[in-house]
């Protein structure tokens, strides 16, 4: 029989084998022995250089875009060849419908923050952190916080559960931020990780020393980083501890987030009787909870909290539910939940059964006697769902005691302040749901038990159609919570792309801020070449380049045939007298929307040119009145140039200011332009 292979790491750009021949990795179906994994001989310190020194610099010469466009062709790669992870995959004991959640959530969360990339992100390699900050009152001294790449290298240290996802969702934020990274899977199903790492180096999209592997243990590793680098953990809360209390975290100031195995809740809001549809909504996320990655899941619902009146009808619903699911092996006929990672893992949920039924009553599954189809249940690592029933929701164990497997509590609560003090008992948890269609009881439950949980989930009959579920962490979303949970956030959109990188206050004068941030600044140079901005394209335009038109008179008759042509007859434009009461006006004004139209005539440039469409404003501010008689000068200065890869134009965003014949200004505003590339265009 052929040996069982040795995973390899890859390490400062080559694939490394162990020293030794590794420990097994056992098959969780049939427990056979599916690879082997080891890491003596490794050289940590050298992968670390590697990112530092290679990797580091190739991915801070690229723009967030062409990070970005990387990321897009590698999540679209591994996406179009997903089958060929499948079977390598069920040894690890996931279905087919655990594998949408492991593979194709990795992928989608590469696609994902590909497209964060090149929507929020600008095509520099620096992130400007809101506006300029006057710290003077002649406005030459300002400050700026901005967003610059970390110099080091990110670590990720991830739990068995979700061996793609896991590696993914954390590589993305941290390659777009430009810091290179490297895995640290968990070993008992780092065989399924090193398989899509090899696709991944296979494509030879991304820049050496970008990413690397360590298939193995990772002793000695942390001794090498300071506070250049930062460790991303998922896992227990124990073992987060651990490494939270390494020198390098305490004393090196190595940046540490944990997102560690939490007590997460489902309520059945007070409303949501068996007669209703979040009834059956309810049922159905703590069964999906239970059975998705046979219940190995961080976010899964370990506590059902109901109404006491509807706990016997809550049982036996999901009593109901849970006795259709079919558990065996992955891709045999029927199967609906799958094995655990190991044998070792399903002693340890049964030893948390076990302390749970202190003071709980086992409603549902007996882990002694159950069917397993396509496979041996002695050999595997498999356990029946398992419901257990506590009427003293007082009891510590439920909120102490996570059994991370098929297994959910039932807790009894008697109102609506009770159900958030339980909500609250799990010590910090990365999600809860609450079942309701009362807004009224949705606003109270997140004003009580919100700063508990990393997320909350509400549910009802309206968004069900389109809600992800309980258990689905979302690229755009944060994941992580307090306590318990690990203290810590990872995702959430373009904020775990910051995350990764340095935010800095920088003081300067208008012109040298808008040097370090390709954004012009209010008092900064403006450039008028006697060239209208509107006729020069994206490769002529220049940050400064300004155009002043006017003034113009605004007349009564004008702001009387705008109130008729547009219907907008307010009384301060309309009504002297009701306007002359008006403290803030004092007489009848122009509209502000007459203003930025006429500001729009003064410096529109009419001819066919590089501005091929006006397609927003934004910061619109109205902050003088205009009355009749006065006049108005507008000034519009290119404020930034944003190309687009792949597209023939870009956008150009112009600040607008509009001032009176006093020179005080009556409207400011942000105008959104696409630019063409070249004018004329190239054919």
């Given at each position: 029989?052929?040996?069982?292979?040795?995973?390899?790491?890859?390490?400062?750009?080559?694939?490394?084998?162990?020293?030794?021949?590794?420990?097994?990795?056992?098959?969780?179906?049939?427990?056979?022995?599916?690879?082997?994994?080891?890491?003596?001989?490794?050289?940590?310190?050298?992968?670390?250089?590697?990112?530092?020194?290679?990797?580091?610099?190739?991915?801070?010469?690229?723009?967030?875009?062409?990070?970005?466009?990387?990321?897009?062709?590698?999540?679209?790669?591994?996406?179009?060849?997903?089958?060929?992870?499948?079977?390598?995959?069920?040894?690890?004991?996931?279905?087919?419908?655990?594998?949408?959640?492991?593979?194709?959530?990795?992928?989608?969360?590469?696609?994902?923050?590909?497209?964060?990339?090149?929507?929020?992100?600008?095509?520099d390699v620096l992130v400007l952190d809101g506006p300029p900050t006057p710290l003077g009152r002649g406005g030459t001294f300002l400050g700026q916080h901005v967003y610059t790449s970390m110099t080091g290298v990110a670590v990720q240290i991830n739990a068995f559960n979700f061996p793609v996802w896991g590696m993914?969702?954390?590589?993305?934020?941290?390659?777009?931020?430009?810091?290179?990274?490297?895995?640290?899977?968990?070993?008992?199903?780092?065989?399924?990780?090193?398989?899509?790492?090899?696709?991944?180096?296979?494509?030879?999209?991304?820049?050496?020393?970008?990413?690397?592997?360590?298939?193995?243990?990772?002793?000695?590793?942390?001794?090498?980083?300071?506070?250049?680098?930062l460790v991303g953990f998922t896992g227990s809360a124990s073992t987060a501890a651990l490494l939270r209390a390494h020198p390098a975290v305490t004393e090196r100031a190595v940046r540490f987030n944990a997102e560690a195995d939490s007590?997460?809740?489902?309520?059945?809001?007070?409303?949501?009787?068996?007669?209703?549809?979040?009834?059956?909504?309810?049922?159905d996320g703590v069964v999906t909870e239970m059975t998705v990655k046979a219940g190995q899941k961080c976010t899964a619902i370990r506590r059902a909290i109901v109404p006491r009146q509807h706990a016997d009808a809550v049982v036996e619903?999901?009593?109901?539910?849970?006795?259709?699911?079919?558990?065996?092996?992955?891709?045999?006929?029927?199967?609906?939940?799958?094995?655990?990672?190991?044998?070792?893992?399903?002693?340890?949920?049964?030893?948390?059964?076990?302390?749970?039924?202190?003071?709980?009553?086992l409603v549902v599954g007996d882990p002694t006697d159950f069917a397993v189809t396509g496979a041996d249940r002695e050999r595997g690592a498999f356990l029946p769902p398992m419901l257990l029933r506590c009427d003293d929701p007082a009891a510590p164990e439920p909120h102490d005691v996570e059994a991370f497997g098929p297994v959910a509590t039932v807790l009894p609560y008697d109102g609506l302040a009770d159900a958030v003090a339980l909500a609250r008992r799990g010590q910090g948890s990365l999600v809860a749901s609450l079942v309701t269609h009362d807004p009224a009881v949705a606003r109270q439950f997140v004003l009580g038990a919100?700063?508990?949980?990393?997320?909350?989930?509400?549910?009802?009959?309206?968004?069900?159609?389109?809600?992800?579920?309980?258990?689905?962490?979302?690229?755009?979303?944060?994941?992580?919570?307090?306590?318990?949970?690990?203290?810590?956030?990872?995702?959430?959109?373009?904020?775990?792309?910051?995350?990764?990188?340095?935010?800095?206050?920088?003081?300067?004068?208008?012109?040298?801020?808008?040097?370090?941030?390709?954004?012009?600044?209010?008092?900064?140079?403006?450039?008028?070449?006697?060239?209208?901005?509107?006729?020069?394209?994206?490769?002529?335009?220049?940050?400064?380049d300004s155009v002043t038109a006017g003034p113009r008179e605004i007349t009564l008759a004008d702001i009387e045939h705008f109130a008729e042509f547009t219907g907008d007859t307010f009384y301060a434009h309309m009504d002297e007298a009701a306007a002359a009461a008006n403290p803030l006006f004092g007489g009848r004004v122009a509209h502000g929307y007459l203003i930025v139209s006429w500001a729009a005539g003064l410096f529109v440039d009419p001819d066919p040119g590089p501005v091929l469409a006006n397609y927003g404003v934004d910061n619109l501010r109205f902050l003088t009145p205009v009355k009749p008689g006065e006049q108005v000068t507008v000034t519009l200065t290119c404020k930034q140039i944003t190309p687009r890869g792949g597209a023939d134009h870009g956008e150009v965003r112009w600040d607008a200011v509009v001032v009176d014949s006093a020179g005080a200004p009556v409207a400011t505003y942000d105008v959104l332009t696409m630019v063409a590339k070249t004018w004329p265009p190239a054919a």
């Open positions: 029989m052929t040996a069982a292979p040795l995973l390899e790491s890859y390490a400062a750009g080559r694939w490394w084998a162990s020293a030794d021949e590794g420990t097994p990795l056992p098959d969780a179906v049939t427990g056979e022995t599916v690879a082997r994994i080891g890491s003596r001989g490794l050289d940590v310190a050298g992968m670390v250089t590697h990112a530092r020194e290679v990797g580091g610099p190739a991915l801070r010469e690229l723009t967030f875009h062409q990070r970005a466009a990387l990321l897009k062709a590698l999540g679209a790669h591994l996406m179009a060849g997903k089958a060929e992870f499948a079977a390598l995959s069920h040894r690890t004991g996931a279905t087919d419908g655990d594998n949408v959640v492991d593979i194709d959530g990795g992928f989608g969360t590469l696609l994902s923050y590909a497209s964060t990339g090149r929507r929020e992100l600008p095509d993914l969702e954390k590589l993305a934020p941290a390659f777009l931020a430009g810091l290179p990274t490297i895995v640290k899977p968990a070993s008992q199903t780092a065989y399924l990780t090193e398989a899509v790492f090899r696709a991944i180096i296979a494509t030879g999209l991304l820049p050496e020393g970008s990413v690397q592997l360590l298939s193995g243990s990772a002793s000695g590793l942390l001794d090498h980083l300071d506070g250049r680098d007590l997460n809740c489902s309520v059945l809001g007070p409303d949501a009787g068996p007669d209703t549809p979040e009834f059956a909504l309810f049922v619903a999901i009593g109901a539910r849970l006795a259709d699911v079919v558990v065996g092996a992955p891709g045999a006929d029927g199967v609906t939940m799958g094995a655990l990672a190991s044998v070792d893992q399903r002693d340890e949920v049964l030893r948390a059964v076990d302390r749970l039924r202190t003071h709980a009553q919100g700063s508990a949980h990393g997320r909350v989930h509400v549910l009802d009959r309206d968004d069900a159609g389109e809600s992800t579920g309980h258990g689905s962490p979302l690229p755009v979303l944060v994941h992580g919570g307090p306590g318990r949970a690990g203290g810590g956030e990872e995702l959430g959109g373009v904020r775990g792309v910051l995350h990764h990188m340095q935010r800095t206050a920088v003081q300067g004068s208008p012109d040298l801020l808008t040097g370090v941030g390709n954004r012009w600044v209010t008092g900064a140079a403006r450039r008028d070449d006697g060239v209208h901005p509107f006729r020069k394209s994206l490769a002529e335009l220049r940050i400064g």
